[in-house]
Nanobody
């Protein structure tokens, strides 16, 4: 069973930066895609950013131009650099991996990100 462990959540002021990392228990190139989702209180979980095995990248509209997703195959990690952060970025951030014919989802435990002065 795939294990995903997130690191790097916390409190940041508006306009600040934060970096999240997700470490997988297996070779990340075994996955069809990896990415980050977030869920704010009372909201549905939404895509933040994803990177396909091919290297193609997708961003959610609300983070385009501010967040950057990257991966490190040697460390089996996927990272999310978050810049120019806004209070509306406050949420629990989840690492996600999709695998197999049916794009079966695996999830990390989530890490809290709070943007507040």
């Amino acid at each position: 069973q795939v294990q995903l462990v997130e690191f790097g959540g916390g409190l940041v002021q508006p306009g600040g930066s934060l970096r999240l990392s997700c470490e997988a228990s297996t070779n990340i190139f075994n996955f069809n895609a990896m990415g980050w989702y977030r869920q704010a209180p009372g909201q549905q979980r939404e895509l933040v950013a994803s990177i396909l095995r091919s290297g193609d990248i997708n961003y959610g509209d609300s983070v385009e131009g501010r967040f950057t997703i990257s991966r490190d195959g040697a460390k089996n990690t996927v990272n999310l650099q978050m810049d120019t952060m806004k209070p509306e970025d406050t949420a629990i951030y989840y690492c996600n991996a999709k695998s197999g014919w049916f794009n079966t989802d695996s999830w990390g435990q989530g890490t809290q990100v709070t943007v507040s002065s």
